[in-house]
C-alpha cells in the first residue's frame, strides 16, 4: 500500500511540473491583442489630394502587418519630392512603460548603417586620400588574406562592393565588444587575417558584413580619426543630421527604444551583446525624422545637406562587373540597385533586436524608411508595399515570410516533444531512487562486461552531445551555437537546454538499468 502511494506521488509531482511548464508556456505566450494605431502622425499640407488619400491605407496596412509579425513598435517616413508626406510611429518603443513610438524615436539601423560607411571612404577618394583601386594592404599592412593558399590583393572597391572573396559566414567570428574598447574596429578586423577567401577577388558577389568593418578601418587609417569622428563630421554633419548617433552612450536614453526578440510566438525584451567593431556595417543609431531627410539627400531633393551631390550619386551606381544576384539586383556603395519596373535603390538591416529597411524610386523621387525594434523581415515588406502604392509604376515584389516566426513554432513543437521526454526519464529516475532509498532495490558491483557496456554506451552519449553542438555549422554554414541564440528566437535557447536535459536524464536511466542487471552478466 505504501509502496503505491509512494508511487503515486511520484507521478503526481510529475503531472504537477508538465502542468507547471504548459502554464508558464500559457502566460509568457499570452497573446494581448495590441491597440496599434499611429502614435504622432503627421503629414504634409503641400501634398496632393490624391496622396493624402493614401495615408488611411498606408495605416491599415501598417497595422496589419505589424500585428502579424508581432512588431512591438515601427516608425515610418515616406518622402515624395522634397517633403516629408507622411511620418508617424506605432507601437511601443517600451512594452513594460508603455512608452511609445514616435517619428523621433532612435532605432538602430543595423546593415543601412553601411551606407553611411560607404559615403565616408568616397569622401576619402574625393580627398585623394585614397583610391578605390588601391590594395587594401597600403593602408592596413597586417590585414593578410588568402587564394589558392596564397596571399592575395583585395582592392578597396571590392570590399565597397561585397566582392572581396570574403564569405558571409564569418559574420560569426564578430566578437562582442562594448563602447569602451577604443580598438574595437581593429579587433573586429583582425578575425579575418589569414582568412582563405572563397572566390577570387573581384569575380563574384557575396554579402559579408565584416567588409564594411574594414573599411571602417581604413577610414581610420588614411584620415588619422576615429571612424565615429570622422562619419560624424563628413557624414552626419553635412547633411544636417541632428538625431543620428554614432554612440548608442551619446543618444538621448529617453528617446532609445528597447529592442525585443521573438519567443514561445511572442515579443521578449532582450538586452542583445553589443558588436561595437561591427559599427561601420550595422550598429549607427537613427530615427525616422532623420531618415526621412537621408532619403531627401538619396534622391537629390534636400535643401540643407552640404554633402557633395556627385559623392551621391556614385555610392548609388551599381558594379556591374560580376553577376547580379537575385532578381537582377546588383551592389553599389552601402546601396542594392534593383530594376523594377524603373529603378529602386534599397537596403535591409537586420540587428539581434531591430531592423530597417530603406527603398526609393529616384525617377520618381519617392522613398520610404521603416524601422522596427525586433527583427522582422516584415519591415521589408511594409516598406515595398507602401512603395508600391504611392508609386506609379509596375513593380512587384514577393512577399517573404518571418523566419524567426517559423523557427519558434518549429522550436515550440520540439519543447514539448523534449519536455515529455525530460517528464518520462525524470519519473523514472525517482522511482529508481525511491527503490534503492527504500532499498526495494540495490546497486550490484560491477563485472567486466558491464564495465565494457558502460563505456560503449557512455561514448555513443558523447557522440549524440557532439553531434547536437556542432550541428548548426552543418545547417547554418558554420554558425555556432552561441550565434543562433543571440540572433534567433528565445526558443532555440530553450530547444538547445531541454536537449542536454533530456539526454542527461536518458543517459542515468540507461546506467541504472545496467546497475541492476549487472549481476546476471
Known amino acids: 500500500m505504501k509502496s503505491k502511494s509512494s508511487k503515486k506521488a511520484i507521478f503526481i509531482i510529475s503531472i ?3 502542468l507547471l511548464f504548459i502554464s508558464g508556456y500559457m502566460f509568457i505566450s499570452r497573446n494581448v491583442k ?12 503641400k501634398i496632393d489630394v490624391d496622396t493624402r488619400t493614401l495615408f488611411s491605407e498606408v495605416e491599415k496596412l501598417i497595422i496589419n502587418k505589424m500585428r502579424q509579425g508581432k512588431i512591438p513598435g515601427l516608425s ?14 506605432f507601437g511601443y518603443a517600451n512594452i513594460e512603460t508603455g512608452d511609445k513610438v514616435t517619428s523621433d524615436t532612435l532605432f538602430q539601423l543595423a546593415s543601412n548603417s553601411k551606407a553611411f560607411t560607404a ?25 593578410k588574406l588568402l587564394y589558392n593558399g596564397k596571399e592575395t590583393d583585395v582592392t578597396i572597391a571590392e570590399f565597397l562592393h561585397h566582392t572581396s572573396g570574403i564569405s558571409s559566414n564569418t559574420i560569426y567570428r564578430i566578437p562582442e565588444l562594448n563602447e569602451e574598447n577604443d580598438d574595437a574596429i581593429e579587433k573586429t578586423v583582425r578575425t579575418v587575417v589569414g582568412l582563405e577567401l572563397a572566390s577570387k577577388p573581384g569575380t563574384k558577389y557575396a554579402y559579408a558584413t565584416i567588409n564594411y568593418d574594414v573599411l571602417g578601418l581604413l577610414i ?60 561601420p556595417a550595422g550598429y549607427i543609431i537613427s530615427s525616422a525624422d532623420d531618415m526621412a531627410a537621408w532619403l531627401k539627400i538619396q534622391m537629390d531633393t534636400g535643401k540643407s545637406s552640404l554633402l557633395d551631390t556627385k559623392l551621391i550619386a556614385q555610392s548609388q551606381y551599381p558594379n556591374l562587373s560580376v553577376d547580379t544576384f ?25 540587428n539581434p533586436n531591430f531592423s530597417s529597411f530603406i527603398i526609393f ?84 558491483s560491477l563485472n567486466k562486461k558491464a564495465v565494457i557496456k558502460i563505456s560503449v554506451i557512455s561514448i555513443i552519449f558523447v557522440m549524440i552531445s557532439s553531434i547536437v553542438y556542432f550541428l548548426p555549422r552543418f545547417l547554418f554554414n558554420g554558425a555556432t551555437w552561441g550565434y543562433m541564440i543571440v540572433w534567433y528566437p528565445v526558443t532555440v535557447k530553450v ?27
Open 220 to 279: 581610420e587609417e588614411a584620415s588619422g580619426k576615429k571612424y565615429e569622428d570622422y562619419i560624424q563630421k563628413y557624414v552626419l554633419d553635412a547633411a544636417g543630421l541632428c538625431n543620428t548617433y554614432m554612440f548608442k552612450s551619446k543618444a538621448n536614453s529617453t528617446q532609445l527604444a528597447s529592442g525585443y526578440k521573438l519567443g514561445f510566438l511572442s515579443q521578449q525584451y532582450y538586452n542583445a551583446p553589443w558588436y561595437e567593431g561591427n559599427k
Open 495 to 521: 530547444v538547445l537546454y531541454s536537449t542536454y536535459t533530456s539526454l542527461f536524464l536518458l543517459l542515468c536511466n540507461t546506467l541504472i538499468k545496467i546497475f541492476r542487471k549487472s549481476s546476471s552478466l
Open 76 to 89: 515610418v517616413a515616406i518622402v515624395k519630392g522634397g517633403e516629408t508626406a507622411y511620418k508617424a510611429g
Open 326 to 350: 537575385g532578381e537582377g539586383m546588383a551592389y553599389a556603395a552601402g546601396w542594392i540597385v534593383y530594376d523594377n519596373a524603373g529603378t529602386e535603390i534599397l537596403h535591409s538591416g537586420s
Open 34 to 45: 495590441q491597440i496599434i494605431h499611429p502614435n504622432d502622425r503627421q503629414t504634409d499640407t
Open 16 to 18: 504537477t511540473l508538465i
Open 361 to 444: 524610386r529616384p525617377d520618381e523621387k519617392i522613398g520610404v524608411a521603416i524601422l522596427c525594434n525586433t527583427n522582422t523581415t516584415y519591415a521589408m515588406d511594409i516598406a515595398q508595399s507602401i512603395i508600391k502604392l504611392f508609386s506609379n509604376s509596375q513593380s512587384s515584389y514577393t512577399s517573404v515570410a518571418d523566419y524567426n516566426q517559423k523557427i519558434d513554432q518549429i522550436c515550440i513543437a520540439i519543447i514539448f516533444i523534449l519536455f515529455f521526454a525530460i517528464c518520462v526519464n525524470l519519473y523514472s529516475l525517482m522511482s529508481s531512487i525511491y527503490r534503492f532509498a527504500t532499498k526495494k532495490e540495490k546497486l550490484y
Open 119 to 143: 559615403l565616408g571612404v568616397l569622401q576619402l577618394q574625393k580627398d585623394g586620400l585614397i583610391n578605390l583601386e588601391d590594395p587594401i594592404s597600403k593602408y592596413i599592412p597586417w590585414l
